[in-house]
Every structure is written in structure tokens, then in C-alpha cells.
């Protein structure tokens, strides 16, 4: 038998397939599994145990043209798959399950890629916007990602058996061992690193940058290091929220962003013991590293993509309008990124002390608690 997972998305979105592809091969010993994803994030699967191959696509460059596309489409029938498993509701991804040509064909979909389908079903993680009228009605999601991939198995696959083992990233023993000697080539033996994602996709989603240069100065007053994590284009952000420090010449202080690849940021985490993150892919990559995970979030929906792990601590903001799922915050003056604001540094500092009290190890050494998932929500509103 011959099954083919689908996730074109993002790197968070990839990363919360993970244990969809547990349960199948667990339930599907001895089907050849592959993994269709987005050919930059190669990193964060190719490793997988659970996975016999990878079909990677340049959604960006040659694949991002009708012919090139319709070539890919070819490439995918060819392979003759007896179940294709579509697990993100986006046109390219549609199109690629709808056209593959395999006995069996399930998941999302969007409506008219749905014609071809065996059986589509609603993804209840992801938002949605109900007219009324002149208005629009924002309604979150209301279970996590992962729990909507398992119904999907369930309900399309006919899976009984649900093998959750949290999210999962394997990386090669070279991009481990590059990993640790950055982190001794830059901080010193015996010293605690705090990791710093502050960018997301969202500008909404991002923390002020001047309430994370206030913790990475009483983190540095403390004794911890700091590493500056996150892509190219979190550069100038990164720059402008270290000009307003005051420990901007600290010697435990590191930035490390736009020069790590998936694998190296993976194995980066291992060594660290905490991670203080927006809602955001890094963070997911936490998560399956298994490092205790501090995040705020303020436009994003808590119910479908929290920090799958118990460890890890979710501040809600508590303004009204949370969440309003925007990528730009319309309100403006005082009351613009009000959710963000309203999540004071205090706060945020008072559970960053309390997961190094609880934890305080490299993630490498914190033992993993399977089935544990759910975190826990500081709701600033109560």
C-alpha cells in the first residue's frame, strides 16, 4: 500500500502533521509512506522515522508556474498511490490530492477540488469569517490542529488507533554535533541560554520589541545568556530591539538570526533551557524539541495551535477583541497592538522564573512526557 500526506503550509503547520504520521505508520506497518512538503522546509522531515520519502516542491521557485505545476502533477500520478491524505484546506495542495490520481482520496479541500475527493472534511482548528450582513463575525477555531489531522484518520481512513506521541523532529547526528559547537564556541561552560524568537508571520502576533529587550536585560543581570534566534526577515526587528537594551554589550549575549538552518536552529534548542517565543513555526519547533516554551498571544486563537506540550505556558492577552485572527491591527494611536501591550513584561517574566525553577536543564536532558499536551493558559482577562 502506497499513502501520500499532503501539508504545503508553513513551518508550523508542517510540524503539526507530525503525529498524523506516527498514527499511520504505526497503523500501516508496511506501507511505503510519503510526505509531500514545501522543498525550503526539507529540514524539518526528511528525517522523520515515520516516513519512507519526501516529494519535496519548489512552491517558489520552478514549481511556481502552471506548466512546472502540471508537470509536478504528472510526477505525482506517476507514483500511483492507493491513499492520498490532503492535510491543509489551500488551493495548490487541492489541486495536487484532487489530480493524483490515487484510488482513494481524502481530507481538505477547497469546494471545487472537493468534486474529486472520496471524502473531505472540515478543519474545526482553523477560523473562520461569517457574514452578517455589513459585518464579518471572526469565529476561532475549536480544537487543536492536531486533534483535527486525527479525526480526519478516523473519519476518512477508518484508523481506530491513535498513536500520539506530540510533535516529532528528527535531525542528522552532523547538524547536532554543529549545533553544539556554536553554543561553546559562544557561551561559556555552566552558563543557562534563554532562546529569543520575537518574530512571527503576523505583525499581530509579535510581542513589543522593547517588553523583550526588558527580559533580556534582567535575564542577563541574572546571570543567563541570551541567543537571538529567527529568520532573514527578522533581522531588522532583532537590531531594533537590541538598540534598546541596556546590556547591548553584554558578552552573553548572542544573535544568531538569518544564520541557522532548520536543523541547526533544532539542535541550537537542545542546548538551551528555555525558549521565549511568539506564536510562530520556530515555536512549534520547540515544542518538538522539547524545550520548556513561555509565548504570548495576541491576535492568534488559542484552541488550534497552543504549544502542544504540558510543560509549556500560553499568556492570553485581555483585550476584548482577542482573537481577532488580523495580520494588521486596525485600531490606531494608543490602542494599536493593544493585545500585545497589555501583556506586560512582569507577567511574562513571572512564569520565565517559574519554568527555570521547574526546569532549569538544556532541553537535551528534560525527560519527554508522552500524552501530556495541553498547556497552560494564563488568561490575563480573569
Known amino acids: 500500500m502506497k499513502i501520500l500526506v499532503i501539508?504545503?503550509?508553513?513551518?508550523g503547520d508542517l510540524m503539526?502533521?507530525?503525529?498524523?504520521?506516527?498514527?499511520?505508520?504505526?497503523?500501516?506497518?508496511?506501507?511505503?509512506?510519503?510526505?509531500?512538503?514545501?522543498?525550503?522546509?526539507?529540514?524539518?522531515v526528511q528525517y522523520n522515522k515515520n516516513l519512507d520519502e519526501c516529494i519535496l516542491i519548489d512552491k517558489k521557485g520552478v514549481d511556481d508556474h502552471l506548466p512546472s505545476f502540471i508537470k509536478f502533477i504528472f510526477k505525482i500520478r506517476a507514483e500511483k498511490f492507493d491513499l492520498v491524505i490532503n492535510l491543509h484546506r489551500n488551493e495548490r495542495a487541492s489541486a495536487l490530492a484532487a489530480f493524483s490520481g490515487a484510488k482513494k482520496i481524502v481530507g481538505y479541500s477547497k469546494p471545487l477540488f472537493s468534486l474529486f475527493f472520496d471524502k473531505v472534511l472540515p478543519n474545526p482548528s482553523i477560523a473562520r469569517h461569517i457574514k452578517h450582513g455589513f459585518k464579518t463575525e471572526y469565529q476561532a477555531g475549536t480544537q487543536h490542529q492536531v486533534h483535527?489531522?486525527?479525526?480526519?484518520?478516523?473519519?476518512?481512513?477508518?484508523?481506530?488507533?491513535?498513536?500520539?506521541?506530540?510533535?516529532?523532529?528528527?535531525?542528522?547526528?552532523?547538524?547536532?554535533?554543529?549545533?553544539?559547537?556554536i553554543f561553546r564556541e559562544n557561551f561559556p561552560e555552566g552558563i543557562k541560554?534563554?532562546?529569543?524568537?520575537?518574530?512571527?508571520?503576523?505583525?499581530t502576533k509579535r510581542w513589543l520589541d522593547s517588553y523583550f529587550a526588558t527580559c533580556a536585560d534582567i535575564l542577563i543581570e541574572k546571570g543567563f545568556g541570551i541567543a537571538f534566534l529567527g529568520g532573514d526577515m527578522d533581522k531588522e526587528i532583532v537590531l531594533s530591539c537590541i538598540d534598546k537594551m541596556k546590556h547591548k554589550k553584554s558578552d552573553r549575549l548572542k544573535i544568531f538570526t538569518g544564520k541557522f538552518s532548520l536543523a541547526i536552529l533544532a539542535?541550537?534548542?537542545?542546548?538551551?533551557?528555555?525558549?521565549?517565543?511568539?506564536?510562530?513555526?520556530?515555536?512549534?519547533?520547540?515544542?518538538?524539541?522539547?524545550?520548556?516554551?513561555?509565548?504570548?498571544?495576541?491576535?492568534?486563537?488559542?484552541?488550534?495551535?497552543?504549544?502542544?506540550?504540558?510543560?509549556?505556558?500560553?499568556?492570553?492577552?485581555?483585550?476584548?477583541?482577542?482573537?481577532?485572527?488580523?495580520?494588521?491591527c486596525p485600531r490606531e494611536g494608543e490602542d494599536n497592538l493593544a493585545c500585545m501591550k497589555k501583556i506586560p513584561v512582569e507577567v511574562v517574566m513571572k512564569y520565565v522564573f517559574e519554568l527555570l525553577e521547574t526546569y532549569g536543564e538544556p532541553a537535551k536532558k528534560i525527560p519527554r512526557v508522552h500524552g501530556a499536551y495541553q498547556c497552560r493558559v494564563i488568561d490575563l482577562a480573569k
Request: charged letters at 20%; aromatic letters at 10%.
Open 267 to 328: 539542535g541550537f534548542l537542545d542546548n538551551c533551557v528555555l525558549f521565549l517565543t511568539t506564536d510562530s513555526g520556530p515555536m512549534h519547533v520547540g515544542v518538538a524539541r522539547n524545550i520548556p516554551i513561555v509565548t504570548m498571544f495576541g491576535a492568534s486563537p488559542v484552541p488550534g495551535f497552543y504549544p502542544y506540550d504540558a510543560k509549556d505556558i500560553l499568556i492570553k492577552s485581555p483585550e476584548p477583541c482577542h482573537p481577532c485572527g488580523r495580520h494588521i
Open 7 to 11: 501539508n504545503l503550509m508553513h513551518l
Open 148 to 181: 483535527s489531522h486525527f479525526d480526519v484518520l478516523r473519519e476518512a481512513c477508518g484508523i481506530e488507533k491513535i498513536f500520539d506521541n506530540g510533535l516529532e523532529m528528527w535531525i542528522p547526528e552532523a547538524a547536532e554535533r554543529e549545533a553544539e559547537k
Open 16 to 44: 503539526l502533521v507530525t503525529p498524523a504520521l506516527t498514527t499511520l505508520r504505526k497503523n500501516f506497518p508496511t506501507a511505503y509512506l510519503t510526505l509531500l512538503a514545501d522543498k525550503k522546509l526539507a529540514d524539518l
Open 193 to 203: 541560554v534563554i532562546a529569543f524568537n520575537i518574530g512571527a508571520s503576523w505583525q
